[in-house]
């Protein structure tokens, strides 16, 4: 066996994927990288001029960054401990036998199918709203004065909108690696005297872990970007209470439309990104490897 | 555990189980309802769940008012054309990283996942740009192409931990008796990784159909998806609800049914090396 | 390997290939439009059109204002191409038209009669003189009340009130146990939501939002008295969540019965007076804008119009069509179809002499003369460096405008104190406008 010829194979096979992601990167990242050094609005065309650093210095010194920056963290961080805590419920639960669990099971993933504008809308018209929402009827109905989600508790209603899509992903796929796990493992250690918990702790979860990585670095990878649930809703107020970073970009770039400070930007948030990615692979890293 | 325990215990998780379920469901249940009701009884409060005048009538106001069946057309070319356009490049690519793997692997692929850590909204002008200079705009292939590079490296990385559970000895086996690579991967891996291939397949499928950045801003009319529907019914003068739920009814039902159909097959693949 | 690489490229260059060769027919015309109740019957009375002119076929692309916004100015300003008939706004057209990105519409046949155009709305339209997009609905804003509340409260609403009485009123007919709010206003942040709504408002207090060196005004006292009165007024008169609610949704409460008053746009009129959307359809009374006593009233001015990117080849095709969609033919085509009371008001004189409009349409004369008492060149008390009533006609806008229409709302919503809010809208916008190099 050849490995010198195998390993010419590899990466002739890998050649197309690695290609056109690097065409990816270079064109249109690129294209941002030159624009963030650029002074360029477009309703002001022909103005364009080199600006250095100026764009990256106007976007960071934004008084509303840090708060964007923080934002961005508690949503990633809310979505991630809701879906992964209610997917592990969710997950268990679906994975005793009882009556119409299959159905049971279409209802639990169908969120997951929602596009996030449809849901967001769905959300703060119909559950949410304080006077014509479903949630204002309930507590009306209970007595208690009705919550204004949007106004009020806006972070956490952004939050548990986008939970509500994400929880059938980490559902659908700690479950999968829940039902590989086999019964005799886990009979055995009943055998034993285990209780139910100390099964879960010891046995389950460790089970779990791989899954639960692959899910919380997808998750991530979307959640750090999440824009349609923000446009939508609370549009990243009120003040900047549900800014986070991809909205701020959006306000530099379809409100401002300076292409420049929206560009530079994009990159400070890539840059953070990655960072946040190093960081979890540092983290949970060691799951990945086979 | 006596019999009777064993069905007392059932009947318990059968009461939790509906009621998580059906918790999770209610939005979409209550939007599927609300679009059978008329403007002024959607709004209506107390709420009627069954007991309402069932009209069909905010559905035949959408179809007079936009091209649904266009619009779905397109959602369905470009969230399946992209991933299948995308699997015939990233099998190849999880196949090199996981048979033959060098010390770069793991590094190329952290750098794929990081190609999608731009918020797509910084990079929209000069993308609009490119897509202006070279007659994509308003066009599936230019879009096809834009959602397969978006969704690459999600593809190559699930592929790539699919593949990694499959033995090796069985690939060199073949190459032993002289198959080339590509053979090597279309009568051997493939048929073994169905299963890993499927779920890649579906999974991106779903993310395609609801992406609702590139599709909304790159189109205008001829290749406008679901996502540019949606943006039409969101928010008119007016009463809106019934029509916003009918709309989102038919923007979320393909891929919805789609799901509740695969979703066996969905999940088959999603092992990420669990079962090892 | 070779031949996957091969069909691979393949594959990928007859997708392109195909994408290519979808280009449009001759005389198609892809029109922008805005998803607001006159413009949906527009599209549903699209036969007329093709009928009288062969050969020109329409594309409607229908979206929500603010996607519609955006995709618009980034087609237009990187020459996209990809319309030929877009919906603008009074906010756009100076802007677009001083960087020549806009088709003169000084040639719209002779029986368009141009001259018909209400001036206000007609001079909003226009640079140096030459129209650049034509208005297909103009509004402004008014005061919309229901009679009944006012009339078992024992109040009486004068044709020009003022702010004080406003506040007054909407305290005394409030009764929240019954669900029934005072005043409904704008509290959703964005310069076309909540921030229109309040700049207008600031005006008839004597607030600016530049002096005449672009400098800033949020710090001044006038401001502080808008924004105190307007939390004030909205805490204890207003429907809860009002810092979420824009036009719809104040709309929709106004129509469901739950306001007594609300202050927006005039079209709203024949919505709120509509029976079949409607539940208070004969309860509602109108009067101007507010004012206090300054001699500026609380009134903006707004018109939905139809203009021609300068880069469309098809500019003949869509002049037609624009001409069509703002003629006095098309207001008799709706009135016949679905009533005098339906047609898009706002934009011709001539309909503001038509009996049978009068008698369909309560709101007529209010309407009319709220379009008049707005002043777009001089807006406010004291002198300012711009035009726009609800807003000021700078690209610059409507990114401030946005921001701080958050602070307005996080005001509303009780996060952030009245004078923090000023306090980081005025240095907001010194930063915007330095960086806009308004501001050394």
Redesign the interface.
């Known amino acids: 066996m050849p490995t010198l010829h195998a390993h010419a194979t590899a990466r002739l096979a890998m050649s197309p994927a690695v290609a056109l992601l690097l065409a990816w990167m270079l064109v249109p990242l690129g294209m941002t990288l030159y624009f963030s050094f650029l002074r360029y609005n477009l309703l002001m065309p022909g103005l364009e001029s080199f600006t250095g650093l100026g764009n990256y210095q106007f976007f960071l010194t934004d008084p509303a960054f840090f708060d964007a920056l923080a934002n961005t963290l508690l949503l990633v961080g809310g979505v991630l401990l809701v879906t992964v805590v209610g997917g592990v419920g969710l997950a268990v639960l679906l994975d005793q036998p009882f009556w119409g669990r299959g159905v049971v099971r279409l209802l639990v993933v169908a969120p997951f199918f929602v596009m996030p504008t449809v849901s967001a809308l769905v959300w703060k018209n119909m559950l949410m709203h304080p006077v014509n929402g479903l949630f204002a009827w309930v507590a009306q109905g209970l007595g208690v004065a009705p919550v204004d989600w949007l106004a009020q508790l806006p972070l956490f209603s952004i939050t548990m909108i986008v939970a509500w899509g994400w929880l059938p992903f980490a559902t659908l796929i700690l479950l999968t690696a829940l039902q590989s796990l086999s019964r005799e493992q886990k009979e055995a250690a009943e055998m034993d005297g285990a209780g139910p918990l100390a099964v879960f702790a010891h046995i389950t979860l460790p089970h779990l872990a791989r899954a639960l990585t692959v899910v919380v670095l997808i998750e991530t990878i979307f959640l750090l970007s999440v824009f349609a649930e923000i446009f939508v809703t609370t549009n990243g107020g009120p003040g900047t209470a549900t800014t986070n970073l991809s909205f701020l970009i959006y306000a530099q770039a379809l409100l401002q439309y300076d292409v420049g400070g929206a560009s530079a930007g994009g990159v400070v948030a890539i840059v953070l990104a990655n960072l946040v990615a190093v960081f979890l692979i540092r983290l949970i890293g060691k799951n990945l490897d086979a | 555990m006596t019999r009777a325990a064993t069905v007392q215990r059932k009947l318990a998780f059968t009461v939790i189980g509906w009621s998580v379920g059906l918790l999770l469901f209610f939005p979409i249940l209550w939007t599927l309802l609300t679009s059978f009701k008329t403007e002024g009884a959607a709004i209506q409060l107390p709420p009627k769940f069954l007991w309402f005048d069932w009209t069909l009538e905010n559905y035949f106001e959408i179809q007079r008012r936009s091209d649904y069946l266009k619009h779905a057309l397109n959602s369905g070319i470009l969230s399946v054309g992209s991933t299948v356009l995308g699997l015939v490049v990233a099998v190849p690519a999880a196949w090199a990283m996981a048979f033959s793997p060098t010390r770069h692997t793991k590094n190329i692929l952290m750098w794929m996942l990081s190609t999608k850590m731009l918020p797509p909204v910084a990079a929209l002008v000069p993308m609009y740009l490119l897509f202006r200079d070279f007659g994509l705009l308003d066009t599936r292939g230019g879009l096809l192409a834009v959602l397969m590079l978006v969704n690459l490296p999600i593809i190559v990385w699930m592929l790539f931990t699919y593949f990694k559970e499959i033995p090796g000895e069985i690939l060199e086996a073949a190459r032993m008796d002289g198959a080339d690579a590509a053979r090597e991967i279309i009568y051997i891996l493939a048929p073994m990784a169905t299963p890993g291939i499927a779920s890649t397949l579906l999974l991106n499928i779903i993310l395609a159909w609801n992406e609702a950045f590139w599709t909304l801003n790159l189109t205008a009319a001829d290749a406008a998806p679901l996502s540019a529907f949606i943006a039409s019914y969101s928010s008119p003068e007016g009463l809106f609800w019934a029509k916003l739920s009918a709309a989102s009814t038919l923007a979320i039902a393909p891929i919805l049914v789609m799901g509740w159909f695969s979703q066996k097959q969905l999940v088959r693949g999603l092992t990420f090396g669990a079962v090892k | 390997?070779k031949?996957?690489?091969r069909g691979?490229l393949a594959?990928?260059l007859s997708?392109?290939?195909?994408?290519?060769s979808?280009?449009?027919r001759a005389q198609k015309l892809?029109i922008?439009t805005v998803?607001?109740?006159d413009m949906?019957r527009m599209?549903?009375l699209t036969d007329d059109f093709t009928a009288k002119n062969p050969g020109i076929t329409l594309?409607?692309?229908?979206?929500?204002?603010?996607?519609l916004r955006?995709?618009v100015?980034?087609?237009i300003?990187?020459?996209?191409?990809?319309?030929d008939v877009m919906t603008i706004g009074t906010y756009e057209v100076p802007?677009w038209a001083k960087?020549n990105w806009l088709v003169a519409l000084d040639d719209l046949g002779a029986d368009y009669d141009v001259d018909d155009l209400l001036p206000a709305i007609r001079n909003g339209l226009s640079v140096d003189g030459t129209l650049y997009a034509a208005p297909f609905y103009g509004e402004s804003s008014m005061v919309m009340y229901r009679t009944d509340l006012f009339r078992r409260a024992g109040l009486n609403m004068p044709a020009e009130p003022s702010w004080d009485f406003i506040a007054d009123a909407a305290r005394k007919i409030t009764d929240k146990s019954a669900?029934i709010y005072g005043i409904c206003l704008r509290g959703?942040?964005?310069?076309g939501e909540n921030t229109a709504f309040i700049t207008a408002t600031a005006n008839s207090f004597g607030a600016r939002w530049f002096d005449m060196n672009w400098r800033p005004q949020f710090d001044s006292p006038q401001w502080k008295n808008t924004l105190q009165f307007y939390v004030d007024l909205l805490n204890d008169a207003g429907?809860?969540?009002a810092?979420?609610n824009?036009?719809?949704?104040n709309?929709?409460?106004f129509?469901?019965g739950?306001c007594g008053m609300w202050v927006d746009a005039t079209?709203?009129a024949s919505?709120v007076t509509n029976p079949a959307?409607s539940?208070v359809a004969d309860k509602v009374g109108f009067a101007l804008a507010p004012d206090n006593g300054l001699g500026k009233r609380g009134n903006w001015l707004w018109a939905w119009s139809l203009a021609i990117p300068a880069g469309s080849e098809k500019r003949d095709a869509a002049k037609a069509f624009i001409a069509w969609a703002t003629s006095k033919d098309y207001l008799e085509l709706v009135a016949g179809k679905e009533g005098w009371a339906n047609v898009p008001p706002g934009t011709r004189t001539s309909l503001y002499k038509n009996p049978a409009y009068l008698r369909a349409a309560p709101f007529a004369k209010m309407t009319l003369n709220s379009i008049r008492a707005a002043d777009p060149t001089r807006p406010t008390v004291d002198p300012v460096p711009y035009v726009g009533v609800q807003f000021v006609a700078i690209?610059?806008f409507?990114?401030i405008g946005?921001?701080v229409?958050?602070?307005f709302?996080?005001a509303?919503?009780g996060?952030?104190s009245v004078d923090q809010?000023l306090r980081?809208a005025q240095?907001?916008t010194e930063?915007?406008m330095k960086?806009g190099g308004y501001l050394k």
Do not use: H
């Not at chain 3, 409607?60 to 996607?67: A, D, I, L």
């Not at chain 3, 300003?77 to 990809?82: D, F, L």
């Not at chain 3, 959703?188 to 310069?191: D, F, I, Q, S, T």
């Open positions: 390997m031949t996957l690489q691979l594959l990928c997708a392109l290939a195909a994408a290519a979808t280009d449009a892809t922008a998803n607001n109740g949906i599209q549903k594309e409607w692309v229908t979206m929500e204002e603010n996607v955006q995709k100015t980034t087609d300003a990187t020459r996209g191409g990809q319309y802007i960087q669900g959703k942040a964005g310069w429907p809860p969540g810092s979420s824009g036009f719809n949704e709309l929709a409460l129509q469901s739950k079209v709203a919505f959307e539940t690209p610059e409507q990114g946005t921001e229409g958050q602070q709302s996080a509303l919503a996060r952030t809010a980081n240095n907001l930063r915007a960086r």
